[in-house]
Each structure stands twice: as C-alpha cells, then as structure tokens.
C-alpha cells in the first residue's frame, strides 16, 4: 500500500520580516493499529508535548486585523469558511477539513502597518474552526519543511 498524503498551508516569515503562505505535504504516515483490536490504519505523530485545543466560532464578516499567530498552531475548520492573507498579498481561502499550520512569529511592520496576518470568515456564515496551539518554543517561527 502507499502512503496518504496530506496537505497544509504553512504560514512562515521570510528572512526580510515578511509573511508568506506555502503549500506543503505530509508524508511520513506509516500503517499502525490505535492499540486493542483496532485494526491498522494510516498514523503520522507531528508534535508530542504540551499544547492548548481552542474552538473558535467566528461571527459572519469578522475580520481579524494584522496580528501574527500567538504561537505555532494548526488550524482546521470545522464549518464555514475562513480566509488568511500574508504580507505578501496571497490570500488563501479554507473550509472545513484543510489545514494551516501558523508560524508568523517574529515578521516586522511594513510601511502600511501590515503584521504577520489578517484572517477572517467568507461568505455569510460563521466559521467555527479547532486551533491545537503547540508549546515547544523550537516551533516559533518555523520555516516550511519541518513537517514531513
């Protein structure tokens, strides 16, 4: 059998203090049971360690100005429709079941006050989304690629 893959926007500051949006893939699953009788399935571990599990309902037409990501985390909607848009003006649109891995930290204020990102709901319902925050403060500001 071949492996799943799996992708993710990973949102990561350039050496230059901007912000910028990668497509990437997580590859390294490999075939193991969850333990008992359960028959083997496709696993890929990515952080074990401390972490914080949010669940955010974000009211129709909330925006969230320029703020980087409080710490490294994974987002994943759950219902409605999300957006996020780097400094550099890529915009990437998400809905329930896509991945974004955020990583902005440490970006620097451009000349139009932009920092990190702005995030916010498409369309006219409510996005409610799982936020898995990771306490190792090696993920701060991680470039694509950490993840395989």
Known sequence: MTPPTLAYWHVWTGDDGVTHQTKCQLTDFVMQSMGGQAAPQWN???????????????PSGWVGEWHENPKPQWIVPLQGCWFVETMDGMRVEMGPGELSFGADQNSKEDASGRLGHRS???GNEPATLTVVQLEDPVLVGVRPGVFK
């Open 44 to 58: 890929m571990p990515v952080f074990e360690g401390k972490t914080n599990i949010l669940f955010c309902v974000l």
């Open 120 to 122: 916010g709901t498409v």
